[in-house]
């Protein structure tokens, strides 16, 4: 059974960067399928932000992409995101998941994070 | 980019009453539709992918159907546990879910 888990700072300043780590547990990040990142801003509806396959390619929402970088750390079962520049439409909570195939059907989700942008 | 739009936004319904909700996609998306149930301050659960197949461990009660832009997740008989909120994800291209639907008691 696969776990996930979000950590990173709950408030960041307008302008700067939200970092997110996802930490993976019960399988390793390189034994296949896809893990991304989706958020959902308090009160409103999901949307997927971006997705890394297992050989290191990324995939990125067309609306966030000049902003968004996913990357992982296989050494520590971990992928990351970080999102630049930051703005108070930004706040939401932010999921990590993963896939159980090779297409973007989310299987397994993490408990969550709520990042708050502030001025 | 592939939109989706949920119907209804709210459905009104009471223990043992069948639910269908509606999601129809901009365009054509094959059977690569998800249906995920969310209840507050929890994260997604996958229900129903490929349109029409039940996740492992899903109540039968739930089932999907449809093909190219229009599909629906029936709710054959409403459970308590059931009252959440349902979200559609075209896979076809990217990922883009639903606005959601709320299924509230009567």
């Known amino acids: 059974q696969v776990q996930l888990q979000e950590s990173g700072p709950g408030l960041v300043k307008s302008s700067e960067t939200l970092s997110l780590t996802c930490t993976v547990s019960g399988d390793s990040i390189s034994s296949g399928y896809y893990w991304g990142w989706i958020r959902q801003p308090p009160g409103k509806g999901l949307e997927w932000i971006g997705s890394?396959?297992?050989?290191?390619?990324?995939y990125y929402n067309p609306s966030l992409k000049s902003r968004v970088t996913i990357s992982v750390d296989t050494s520590k079962n971990q992928f990351s995101l970080k999102l630049t520049p930051v703005t108070a439409a930004d706040t939401a909570v932010y999921y990590c998941?993963?896939?159980?195939?090779?297409?973007?059907?989310?299987?397994?989700w993490g408990q969550g994070t709520l990042i708050t942008v502030s001025s | 980019d592939i939109q989706m739009t949920q119907s209804p936004s709210t459905v009104s319904a009471s223990v043992g009453d069948r639910v269908t909700i509606t999601c129809r996609a901009s365009q054509g998306i094959s059977i690569w539709l998800a249906w995920y149930q969310q209840k507050p301050g929890k994260a997604p659960k996958l229900l129903i992918y490929?349109?029409?197949s039940l996740e492992s461990g899903v109540p039968s009660r739930f089932s999907g159907s449809g093909s190219g832009t229009e599909f629906t997740l029936t709710i054959s008989s409403l459970q308590p546990d059931d009252f959440a909120t349902y979200y559609c994800?075209?896979?076809?291209?990217?990922?883009?879910f639903g606005q959601g639907t709320k299924v509230e008691i009567k």
């Open positions: 994800q075209q896979y076809n291209s990217d990922s883009t």
């Open positions: 998941a993963s896939t159980t195939s090779g297409t973007y059907v989310w299987g397994y």
């Open positions: 890394i396959f297992h050989t290191g390619s990324t």
């Open positions: 490929k349109a029409s």
